[in-house]
């Protein structure tokens, strides 16, 4: 009898404490913002069948990104800046408008909010 009791307390534990990460997990996802959903949809739409590199892409043998997939994450890219309190003024005269420039600056600010979302979690357990 006692068996059976430990062995089902040891099964709700364990229940329990998987239940606990895959909240903190999902907490992460829920406090991400609008943007940063966004810029997380571009970049995995990059590997959608009409989104892969084409064979012409796939020879030039680079690990760059090419100017059509680019393309693909430079709107999201944008919104993601500009929600960081950035003018578009001042998005073009920093990056010229160059597609890297801005897909870098915006992954910059994704990471940076991605850090403050884990710290903000972890100070409130």
């Given amino acids: 009898m ?6 089902a307390l040891l ?3 364990t229940l329990v404490s998987c239940s606990n ?4 997990a999902n907490t992460v996802e829920s406090m ?4 940063m959903e966004n810029f997380d949809k571009a970049f995995k739409s990059l ?3 009409q989104n892969r ?6 020879k030039r043998n680079t690990s760059e990104l090419s100017d ?9 890219s944008k919104e993601l800046i500009l929600s960081a ?4 003024a001042e998005l073009m005269r920093k990056t010229g408008g160059d597609m890297s420039q801005i897909i870098v600056w915006a992954t910059q600010i994704y990471m940076q909010k991605s850090d403050e979302i884990r710290k903000n979690l972890k100070s409130e357990k």
């Fill in 21 to 24: 990460e895959n909240t903190a």
């Fill in 68 to 76: 059509r997939r680019k393309a693909l994450l430079v709107p999201a």
């Fill in 85 to 88: 309190g950035v003018t578009e």
């Fill in 32 to 35: 991400k913002t609008p943007q």
């Fill in 2 to 7: 006692k068996k059976i009791f430990l062995s």
């Fill in 53 to 58: 590199p084409t064979e012409e892409e796939r």
């Fill in 11 to 13: 099964a709700v534990l």
């Fill in 47 to 49: 590997g959608d069948p």
